[in-house]
């Protein structure tokens, strides 16, 4: 059983922390999950919690993180929003997972086939889901700028998310100051992540 303590998670790096999440992702797509009592996880996390990250992800029902990166309880914090969009909430959430839970990497994943996207493509306007869209827009805008048009094409939308997140850690930069700050001093790191609902597989690039 790995429980992480204060110690492992003072000891953690980025760079490490990315390999751990690159590896368990491989585990994941050869089907080599690893075998784990969970209920053991349970009482040996009771009295607290270090994470060494917080991943922001899609509520898509495909792309549950800690099965895809094949985590043991207490590794990561979780956030998970339509889309992947940031407001302030998520904000406040990432500030509590870095200043006080400890957290040394931000990830944000989004996912191929994303039906958030799709529905922002498509301006879909439907209670206070319209105003979540329209955190996609931007993305939406660089697409058609760079490519002269937005198409319904699936590769076009997947290129829509991949900026999404580009634009989701820009949003987070340029959102909170006490993030800011800690990325400055080097004591929090971005990743950029990418999910494919069809092979199960993470691309993850460490900014």
């Known amino acids: 059983m790995t429980i992480q303590t204060a110690e492992s998670q003072s000891d953690l790096i980025p760079e490490e922390i990315i390999s751990i999440l690159k590896e368990g992702n ?21 009295s607290g919690q270090f994470p060494f990250a917080v991943v922001i992800s899609c509520i898509d029902s495909r792309v549950p993180p800690e099965i895809i990166f ?4 207490g590794d990561v914090l979780s956030i998970r929003v339509a889309g992947n969009v940031i ?11 870095c200043k006080i839970a ?3 990497l931000i990830v944000v994943m989004g996912h191929t086939n994303c039906g958030a996207v799709k529905g922002a493509c498509n301006n879909v306007e439907l209670g206070n889901l319209t105003s979540l869209l329209d955190k996609i827009k931007p993305a939406i805008d660089l697409v058609q700028q760079q ?16 900026i999404n997140v580009s634009l989701s850690i820009d949003t987070i930069l340029n959102g909170s100051t006490i993030l800011r700050e ?26």
Do not use: H, P
């Open 87 to 97: 407001n302030n909430d998520v904000l406040g959430s990432l500030e509590f997972a």
């Open 70 to 73: 094949d985590l043991d309880l």
């Open 147 to 162: 490519n002269g048009t937005l198409s319904s094409d699936d590769d076009i939308q997947d290129q829509v998310a991949r």
């Open 102 to 104: 400890g957290v040394k």
């Open 26 to 46: 491989k585990r994941f797509v050869n089907k080599r999950l690893t075998d784990r009592d969970l209920m053991e996880q349970v009482v040996g996390t009771s």
């Open 182 to 207: 800690m990325i400055n001093s080097n004591a929090i790191r971005c990743a950029e992540g990418m999910y494919s609902v069809e092979t199960g597989e993470v691309e993850l690039n460490l900014l």
